[in-house]
């Protein structure tokens, strides 16, 4: 039963790669790239990670997909112009993959765990534990000074995206909250009685 | 060693830059562009904080700490003093600059600290979760950094060439780590070390030459230094002398430690990737230069033909070569401080200038500043008695040492063919015609430019303090 599901996810992935490639509509691109990883998150489940399922799910499909169809919609991209100089670095472009792809052959025939990992895995996980529980088991006790790091990360991110950005412009009206909430009606509302047909 | 006492003896300085820069972020907040001065004069005292942490700490035994994620040996706390002075000296430098150009922004010197804290969880990285995230850190800092004149447009275009880049090789490293996992079941290098043996399959081999890979791209030592005279031209200056002298030593500094401790059984075969990045990088920045106008590009071709000196020393995989390592970073790393802080000086009518030609005549218009660089230029050349000669010495002897004599003779004669084009700086200051003075430069410039040619003239008198460390830190790595 599992082999049957393995070989559609993986039909479906591969299909819908291709898609994502040959596809001329950037957006049908993306929505295809979106089938792509749910099909690897099932490739996932079967492989029992299904905490890296939902991760795939969460953060590929949930953020990175739709930040992909975002920028693909709101930015005037010419693909046509893009594409322009595709045909003369098909040549070199094939090459490269070609010789990267021999070698990843090799390095997946002549691959193997050495002798010695069995021994050496830092957390092995025991066998009624889910890989989710055996990860909240360590994220925050024995790796929570990589958590911070990564928090650090985070906020590195963040500072950069915000020096990048934001301008400051001097003759921009802002919001002031505190003001709006003060006012009322007997300050700011002025009645006139208005004589007829000679206005204000 | 429980959490909170691990954080307080072995990671005191990484701790007091973190709780540091969020103080300042919060300063920076609250007191908005008003803030930069004051920002940037707290960057400094934290920085030194850092160093004096170190320093006090500097007869501590080497142990492992938080599950032997980092290590606190003496090479780290040799290596992360060179880059905290790096990163010192680099904001020192940049005050007067950015107020020139109009980047006094608090984010400056946060983003400086921020990229620190990252050189110094990679300076003593001891897994390779560690290794990666001390890496993004300093990086994403970089990448920002390289950015941070947004209006401009050689600015931008470094930003996006370096992420772009960056991200790329950042990828490669991870593909390396990958491989080096699945093979060794641990992420340690003591682990990886283990399980790696005299005969190891194809699979460790890919993932070592990524791993390199990833990290020549960050020394940018050829052929991964495409990005890095675009780069070093782009940034705002101040971020270039970060580049050039702060992050270096982050990036050797793990390579060393990555190839020494954790493929002590496979040395033939990363000494073959060693080998040939260092003839790569010494040939490109010894020829490239020659042709370079413009004195931040000539100073990037001259820093990758020095992180292939460096990698000479690391060649030799032995004591000796690691030392050679560590006192050629000490020494490039005052080098080019000293270097920067005289391209900073050049400022003609409240313009900064970068050409070469724009140096004419200095040491009949400005006698003390060309006596400062030539010294420097003689320096960066390996012209004896200076340090720079000492730096080539030491990493020179230690490849003969090991037996690696091509390798020499190449490093030596990239470095006569390096000294045409260092000495010419040299000529057109001394024997061409005056070209318009420059403008009087702050005094924390002239402060540094001064300093560093001290430095590197009394090496030779007074070597002592820097070999004495140099030689421990080598130590702890074997």
Sequence with gaps: MAAVFFYLFATIMIASACVVIFARNPVHSVLFLILAFCNGAGLFLLAGAEFLAMLLIVVYVGAVAVLFLFVVMMLDVDFAELKQGFAKYVPVGAAVGVVVLAELAMVTVGWQPSEASKSLLETPIAANVSNTAALGQVLYTKYVIFFQTSALVLLTAMIGAIVLTLHHKPNVKRQNIEEQNARNAKNVVELKKVPFRTGV | ????????????????????????????????????????????????????????????????????????????????????????????????????????????????????????????????????????????????????????????????????????????????????????????????????????????????????????????????????????????????????????????????????????????????????????????????????????????????????????????????????????????????????????????????VENISDLSGLSRTNGLMAFFLAMLMFSLAGIPPLAGFFAKYYVLLAAVDAGLYPLAVVGVLASAVAAFYYLRVVKVMYFDEPAPDFDRSPLAIRAVLAASTVALLGFWLYPAPIMDAAGAAAKSLF
Excluded at chain 2, 22 to 33: C, S, Y
Excluded at chain 2, 37 to 53: C, K, N, P, R
Excluded at chain 2, 100 to 109: A, D, I, Q, W, Y
Excluded at chain 2, 213 to 220: H, N, Q, T, V, Y
């Design chain 2, 1 to 352: 060693m429980p959490f909170l006492a691990e954080l307080g003896q072995h990671f005191l300085p990484e701790v007091i830059l973190a709780i540091g820069v969020l103080v300042l972020i919060l300063i920076g907040a609250f007191r908005g562009e008003r803030g930069f001065s004051l920002v940037d004069e707290m960057a400094v005292g934290i920085l030194g904080l850092a160093i004096v942490a170190i320093l006090l700490s500097s007869k501590q035994v080497d142990v492992a700490v938080f599950d032997g994620a980092f290590i606190d040996d003496a090479f780290s706390r040799f290596v992360k003093v060179l880059a905290l002075v790096g990163a010192m000296v680099s904001i020192l430098m940049s005050v007067d600059w950015l107020q020139r150009n109009g980047l006094e922004k608090f984010e400056f010197p946060v983003l400086v600290i921020l990229s620190t804290l990252g050189m110094m969880l990679l300076i003593s990285a001891d897994n390779l979760i560690a290794l990666y995230l001390g890496l993004e850190l300093m990086s994403l800092a970089l990448y920002v950094m390289a950015a941070f004149a947004r209006d401009d447009g050689r600015s931008s275009e470094a930003g996006l060439k370096y992420f772009v880049l960056g991200a790329l090789s950042s990828g490669m490293m991870l593909y390396g780590s990958s491989l080096l996992y699945g093979f060794s079941g641990t992420v340690s290098f003591d682990g990886i070390a283990q399980a790696v043996t005299e005969h190891p399959p194809l699979g460790v081999i890919f993932g070592l030459v990524f791993v390199l890979a990833g990290l020549a791209f960050k020394m940018s030592a050829a052929p991964f230094h495409m990005w890095t005279p675009d780069v070093y031209e782009g940034a705002p200056t101040p971020v270039t002398a970060f580049f050039a002298s702060a992050a270096k030593m982050a990036a050797v500094a793990i390579t060393a430690r990555i190839v020494i401790t954790a493929f002590p059984a496979i040395t033939t075969q990363w000494r073959q990737i060693i080998v040939f990045l260092a003839i790569a990088s010494t040939l490109l920045g010894s020829f490239a230069a020659i042709g370079q106008t413009n004195i931040k590009r000539l100073m990037a071709y001259s820093s990758i033909g020095h992180m292939g000196f460096a990698l000479i020393g690391l060649a030799a995989g032995t004591e000796a070569g690691v030392k050679g390592v560590a006192v050629y970073l000490a020494i490039y790393l005052v080098m080019t401080l000293g270097s920067f802080a005289a391209i900073l000086a050049m400022r003609v009518d409240g313009r900064n």
